[in-house]
């Protein structure tokens, strides 16, 4: 059976076969995914310098991880040999 729209008006949604389905992808933030995987707070980057340049170091190597990782998919996508 059908949805209804905005306006309460009921649509039927039509599934073509040669469609492919949507996925979407949710991206975590980088710093709260370095903050949690060592253990810091904000509060405690703020506070103490040593933390700041520990965080900052993993930052920068979440970056770098990231990119090289988009850059390979990308390749493979390119290059692809079927």
């Not at 076969?17 to 980057?45: C, M, N, Q, W, Y």
């Not at 190597?61 to 040999?81: A, F, K, M, T």
Request: hydrophobic share 40%.
């Amino acid at each position: 059976m059908g949805e209804l729209s905005g306006f309460g008006i009921p649509f039927a949604r039509v599934f073509r076969a040669h469609e492919t389905p949507v996925s979407h992808v949710l991206k975590e933030r980088a710093l709260h995914r370095v903050l949690r995987f060592t253990g810091h707070t904000i509060d405690d980057v703020v506070n103490n310098p040593i933390v700041k340049n520990k965080i900052f170091g993993y930052y920068k190597l979440h970056r770098l991880v990231d990119r090289r990782c988009e850059i390979v998919d990308l390749e493979r996508q390119w290059n692809s040999v079927a």
